[in-house]
């Protein structure tokens, strides 16, 4: 079954600092994973995306994820954060069959001044 | 292109009212899935469809119809609607069926019944 968990419904960072949002999945076939990002009272947008090959991902705005198989997990992280970056943030795994997606609970993520 | 696009924005309805929110995309993807988003529950699939004629059922498809007579479009039909329906709805499209696509997402429809 696919299913994916994320850790942290908030997530408060100050400016600059390191962002960590947390993920991890569960897939009964090799998982294809996203993130996508939401801005208020707006549609999704993906954020980068995990097929096959490296295991390190870079994304749009600074973003980047690591596959670690062995934890099962898809974590993002930005080094430095941004105003701007205050969203909120989904993970996604592909299903089984056609191209549809399970997504998490979602975290928001607010960037202190 | 202007992608997916969604209407209404905002629809308010009465238990046991009928609606349809439409779904349009102009860049000839073959797959169209529509989604619904609860607080503290992330997007669920309703219904999907891998092309014309051909749709299917995704977790949460109980009181919703979909039909897919063209390429472009995609409706999600609410024959009765009810509390439980009050949702921001998505609607997204993606070029092909296969598991590694990227998936665009329209604005979202916001939904309450009363």
């Known amino acids: 079954a696919q299913s994916v968990t994320q850790l942290g419904s908030h997530v408060s960072v100050s400016e600059g600092a390191l962002v960590l949002l947390r993920c991890n999945y569960s897939s009964s076939v090799p998982p294809y994973l996203f993130w996508y990002v939401q801005y208020p009272n707006q549609g999704l947008q993906l954020l980068l995306k995990?097929?096959?090959?490296?295991?390190l991902v870079k994304g749009i705005n600074g973003f980047e994820a690591e596959f670690k198989k062995s934890e099962t997990s898809f974590h993002l992280t930005k080094p430095s954060a941004h105003m701007s970056d205050a969203a909120e943030y989904f993970c996604?795994?592909?299903?089984?069959?056609?191209?549809?997606?399970?997504f998490g609970t979602g975290t928001r993520l607010t960037v202190i001044p | 292109n202007a992608g997916v696009t969604q209407t209404p924005k905002f629809q308010v309805l009465k238990t046991g009212q009928s609606m349809t929110l439409q779904c349009a995309q102009d860049m000839n993807h073959e797959y169209m899935s529509w989604y619904r988003q609860d607080p503290g529950m992330g997007l669920r699939l309703i219904h999907y469809?891998?092309?014309?004629?051909?749709?299917d059922q995704g977790e949460v498809p109980n009181g919703y119809n979909v039909s897919r007579s063209t390429t472009e479009d995609f409706p999600l039909r609410l024959l009765s609607a009810a509390p439980s329906q009050t949702s921001v709805y998505f609607c997204?499209?993606?070029?092909?069926?296969?598991?590694?696509?990227?998936?665009?997402f329209g604005p979202g429809t916001r939904l309450l019944v009363l």
């Open positions: 997204a499209s993606s070029y092909g069926t296969g598991r590694a696509e990227t998936q665009y």
């Open positions: 469809s891998v092309g014309a004629g051909i749709t």
């Open positions: 995990y097929t096959t090959g490296a295991t």
């Open positions: 996604a795994v592909s299903g089984t069959g056609a191209n549809n997606l399970f």
